[in-house]
């Protein structure tokens, strides 16, 4: 499937698809793009009326007003569909050092196969055999298409060091000059070395998104069974070796300078057909964690109807769809508690609201409302 992306100036001009036809369920277009209509106001996130489109040198914004200012930027929002991520397009990591414009979720694909698997071992009663998840992995991928992970730039480091001191693959490591040759040895390690490489890549230590840390290193809090991401991981590995186009494994640079929770909202239900935005979490020098809560819930019951397809007939008629997808939502919302309080414990949250007339942002309370 094409993604449909379309820049935030298009996107205005286009108003939701607009100038198309019009889809049931989708956000009516606003007047300017009709054929023939009067102009009106982008309907975008700006400044307050009759404030300053810059903040004077030496002067501070309050953050409500700066984060107004970076969303209404060029690069700030890029349009798809939600069907994208059925497809060529893949669920990022709310992480905020990404640079390019993200539908965000805890840990990204990553994150939310291994919630998946959680949601489905707690309603089975059972742990899932590692085999048997590299199967279902490779499934997956070729049913969703790419597949996101993420490092970072301290993690690779770490991992480049452990790598060279590893009699298995120093050989292979002694000529590394930076991140960059340790990143394309991961996408592409001798056959002989991958046994190897797999279980530094598991390390704690090795894994630069926080959100999947945390699941290894508190497994009980996140409601994950232990070794549960090390099997995803492995098989995320073994398979992107064979069809490297398949994982899309991005290293953040920095460190977190996050300050802010952005939560973007669409005013209707997500369907396969609606335009959501895109959001950079790090736009000039500002950054934010992004979540997208109803494009997360559209790709959760596509997983739970593909999981519950993978089972023995037996276990498919005990286990549906319709209760995995609950059990999981929970137990996700647990999760993105959990990683929140870890990481982003101070800081304030805000909400993008997205609908047929624009978009408006809002502050919420510690509590998300």
Same mark, same amino acid.
């Given at each position: 499937m094409t993604t449909r992306m379309i820049g935030l100036g298009a996107a205005i001009a286009l108003a939701l698809l =607009?100038?198309?036809?019009?889809?049931?369920?989708? /956000?009516? /277009?606003?007047?300017?793009?009709?054929?023939?209509?009067?102009?009106?106001?982008?309907p975008v996130v700006a400044p307050p009326a009759g404030a300053p489109a810059d903040t004077p040198a030496g002067v501070t914004a309050d953050p409500l007003t700066e984060l107004r200012a970076t969303l209404a930027r060029p690069d700030a929002l890029v349009w798809t569909q939600a069907a994208s991520l059925l497809g060529t397009n893949t669920e990022s990591c709310i992480d905020g050092r990404a640079e390019?414009? +993200?539908?965000?979720?805890?840990? =990204?694909?990553? =994150?939310?196969?291994v919630l998946s698997l959680a949601a489905l071992e707690q309603l089975l009663g059972r742990p899932l055999d590692a085999g048997w998840i590299a199967t279902v992995f490779d499934r997956y991928v070729e049913a969703f298409g790419r597949f996101y992970l993420h490092t970072d730039r301290h993690a690779i480091e770490r991992l480049a060091d452990a790598l060279r001191a590893d009699p298995r693959t120093a050989g292979a490591a002694a000529s590394w000059r930076g991140p960059e040759d340790a990143r394309a040895f991961v996408r592409s390690? /001798?056959?002989?070395?991958? =046994?190897?490489?797999?279980?530094?890549?598991?390390? /704690?230590?090795? +894994?630069?998104c926080g959100h999947l840390r945390l699941m290894i290193t508190e497994p009980a809090r996140y409601g994950v069974r232990p070794g549960l991401v090390a099997?995803?991981?492995?098989?995320? &590995?073994?398979?992107?070796? $064979?069809?490297?186009e398949l994982?899309?494994?991005?290293?953040l640079d920095g460190e977190h300078e996050e300050r802010g929770v952005l939560e973007v909202r669409i005013e209707h239900e997500v369907h396969a057909h609606t335009l959501v935005p895109m959001?950079?979490?790090?736009?000039?020098? $500002?950054?934010? &964690?992004?979540?997208?809560?109803?494009?997360?819930? &559209? +790709?959760?019951?596509?997983?739970?109807?593909f999981l519950v397809e993978q089972l023995a007939p037996t276990e498919a008629a005990r286990v549906h769809a319709p209760a995995l997808r609950a059990r999981i939502a929970a137990l996700g919302a647990r999760q993105l508690a959990a990683t929140v309080a870890r990481l982003a414990p101070h800081l304030p949250r805000y909400r993008l609201r997205v609908g047929a007339h624009g978009q408006r942002l809002e502050v919420l309370g510690a509590d998300g409302r």
């Open positions: =607009g100038a198309c036809e019009h889809h049931p369920g989708s /956000p009516p /277009p606003p007047p300017e793009a009709l054929p023939g209509a009067a102009p009106e106001a982008p390019a414009p +993200v539908l965000g979720t805890p840990g =990204g694909d990553a =994150g939310e196969l390690p /001798p056959l002989a070395m991958e =046994g190897a490489l797999l279980e530094h890549l598991v390390a /704690p230590a090795h +894994v630069g099997d995803v991981l492995r098989a995320a &590995f073994h398979r992107a070796w $064979r069809r490297p994982l899309e494994y991005a290293i959001v950079a979490p790090h736009v000039g020098a $500002r950054e934010v &964690f992004v979540l997208h809560p109803q494009v997360t819930d &559209f +790709v959760r019951a596509e997983n739970a109807w």
